[in-house]
């Protein structure tokens, strides 16, 4: 008799405490439809809350990015390329081109036809080479000077055009996004000419990139008038000191160079691996 009413209080329990908690299961909806902002720990509020602006997953879905093909960071312009972009870009582009197209006859000019080698490519051993036949009666060192000019400076406007196309954004491609490259904008930042216009003379002596020198060169405003003869009287005194050195190695050197142009193949496939993995470290420091 006494386990009917405890069994009566548990079924009554049940309603009250369904009718207890009604009031917060509906709680959320109904602060939703009266305008009412909804609780930090409210779980019906938390799907709905807005991307954050520093959101990847805003960014991505962000149309106006997704629809333009030029917004790269690798890129040296911003925006759609102009026609000035790509000639300077395609330069750029065929200047490697090109002496990679020469890499098979580097090696085997050197001690054939060092005068050819160095207006080709201004090679720091075809100008010694050149100058030691030039001691020995074969060739003009004054030719050699001319030559040595032409073959170590040609490309280098298409860098100082690009710095002045493209600004402090192309020396971040060439360089890196790195410390090293930070450093570099600031100093040119700070100090303008008076850093320029000596290190576009001295490039050729300096552990730098030549590339990163023309381009801060037009970056800063540097006419290109000026910037040919800063070029030339570098050019120069480079092409003077190696032809001074092959001159006064004479036959030494002759004969080094023949040894090299005997061995031109396996000198050119050691020059290729060299560049390759040169390029491939210099990949793998940009990313």
Not at 109 to 118: A, E, I, K, R, Y
Not at 279 to 286: I, L, T
């Given at each position: 008799m006494s386990e009917e009413p405890t069994a009566a209080a548990e079924v009554s329990a049940h309603p009250a405490d369904q009718t207890a908690t009604a009031p917060e299961a509906t709680h959320a909806s109904d602060a939703?439809?009266?305008?009412?902002?909804?609780?930090?720990?409210?779980?019906a509020a938390e799907p709905g809350d807005p991307a954050q602006p520093g959101d990847p997953a805003a960014e991505a879905e962000d149309p106006v990015k997704a629809k333009d093909p030029w917004a790269n960071a690798n890129l040296p312009w911003q925006g759609k390329p102009r026609r000035v972009d790509i000639l300077c870009w395609g330069a750029i582009t065929l200047s490697g081109i090109y002496y990679l197209c020469l890499l098979p006859f580097r090696a085997s000019?050197?001690?054939?036809?060092?005068?050819?080698?160095?207006v080709?490519?201004?090679s720091t051993e075809a100008i010694v080479s050149a100058a030691a036949f030039a001691s020995k009666g074969h060739g003009?060192?004054?030719?050699?000077l001319i030559l040595g000019i032409i073959?170590?400076?040609?490309?280098?406007?298409?860098?100082?055009?690009?710095g002045r196309l493209?600004?402090?954004?192309?020396?971040?491609?060439?360089?890196?996004?790195?410390?090293r490259s930070q450093k570099f904008v600031a100093r040119v930042n700070r100090s303008g000419r008076w850093l320029t216009w000596p290190a576009v003379v001295l490039s050729p002596f300096l552990p730098i990139p030549n590339a990163l020198i023309y381009a801060a060169a037009g970056w800063t405003?540097?006419?290109?008038?000026?910037?040919?003869?800063?070029?030339?009287?570098?050019?120069?005194?480079?092409?003077?000191?190696?032809?001074?050195?092959?001159?006064?190695?004479?036959?030494s050197a002759i004969d080094v160079a023949q040894e090299i142009s005997k061995y031109g193949l396996w000198v050119t496939i050691a020059i290729v691996v060299f560049v390759v993995a040169a390029?491939?470290?210099?990949?793998?420091?940009?990313s």
């Open positions: 939703a439809q009266a305008g009412e902002p909804a609780q930090p720990g409210d779980p000019l050197v001690g054939t036809h060092p005068l050819v080698s160095v080709l490519n201004g003009s060192l004054a030719a050699l073959g170590t400076m040609k490309f280098d406007i298409i860098y100082w055009w690009a493209w600004g402090e954004r192309v020396i971040q491609i060439f360089s890196g996004r790195g410390k405003g540097m006419s290109w008038v000026t910037f040919l003869i800063l070029d030339a009287i570098g050019s120069l005194a480079w092409v003077g000191m190696l032809a001074g050195l092959g001159w006064a190695l004479g036959q390029q491939m470290r210099s990949a793998k420091a940009r």
